[in-house]
């Protein structure tokens, strides 16, 4: 079955430093992967997708994720945590070779930087 | 930057109550999808809907729930009969294209059914 797993409930950073949010997956094929951050009382604000091409993607606020097909993964990372970094942070899949439009979301990662 | 907005922000019924729940699409989209999220649950897809008809829609997506596109801008939800385990935070999102396009997501409707 499709599924997205977002290990760590919780990770905690220090101002300045480098954040890993991991992200692993189970799709066939070349699926769509995606990064959304969530602020309090806020929507889903896209983030960065991996679609094709090169495995780093950059995307808004900083932000970059590494797509591994080898080890289905596609970890979110910044080189330098902000407090304002502080949020719910969704990794999302869809699989579009089986036609679907629906993504599958992890069940998030809430992010604290503390200052 | 153009958004997608819902309204309201928190709905609270009764149980067997029928809600609508609205949402206002970015503009120059094409497809439309409503997801919801059970507190501490996952994000879970509920139907993705596309030139006046649904396109896809999950297993949650049943008899009691209906989408409708009344006019060129909104876009809503409506539940039939209320239960308690529809109490969650619905979204609305909306993409331009559905081939390699970004599904933009609305501040969510949060549903509370008593």
């Known amino acids: 079955a499709q599924s997205v797993a977002q290990p760590e409930d919780q990770v905690n950073v220090a101002e300045g430093n480098p954040l890993t949010v991991k992200c692993t997956y189970s799709?066939?094929?070349?699926?769509?992967l995606f990064w959304y951050v969530q602020y309090p009382n806020r929507g889903l604000q896209f983030l960065l997708k991996?679609?094709?091409?090169?495995?780093l993607v950059k995307g808004s606020y900083g932000f970059e994720a590494e797509f591994n097909k080898s080890q289905t993964s596609f970890h979110l990372k910044k080189p330098s945590a902000l407090v304002s970094d502080s949020a719910l942070y969704f990794c999302?899949?869809?699989?579009?070779?089986?036609?679907?439009?629906?993504?599958?979301f992890g069940t998030g990662t809430r992010l604290k930087v503390l200052a | 930057e153009p958004e997608v907005t819902q309204t309201p922000s928190h709905q609270v019924t009764q149980m067997g109550q029928e809600v609508i729940l609205r949402c206002v699409p970015i503009?120059?989209?094409?497809?439309f999808y409503w997801y919801r999220q059970i507190l501490g649950q996952k994000v879970e897809f509920l139907v993705s809907?596309?030139?006046?008809?649904?396109?896809?829609k999950s297993e949650i997506f049943d008899d009691q729930f209906s989408v409708e596109r009344p006019d060129g801008s909104n876009f809503t939800l409506k539940i039939r009969s209320t239960k308690l385990e529809d109490s969650a935070m619905y979204f609305c999102?909306?993409?331009?294209?559905?081939?390699?396009?970004?599904?933009?997501f609305g501040p969510g409707t949060r549903l509370t059914v008593l």
């Open positions: 799709v066939s094929g070349n699926p769509y």
């Open positions: 999102a909306s993409s331009e294209l559905v081939s390699t396009d970004t599904q933009y």
């Open positions: 999302a899949v869809r699989d579009h070779l089986s036609g679907t439009y629906k993504y599958i």
């Open positions: 503009s120059n989209h094409l497809y």
């Open positions: 991996y679609i094709t091409g090169d495995n």
């Open positions: 809907f596309y030139n006046n008809e649904i396109s896809e």
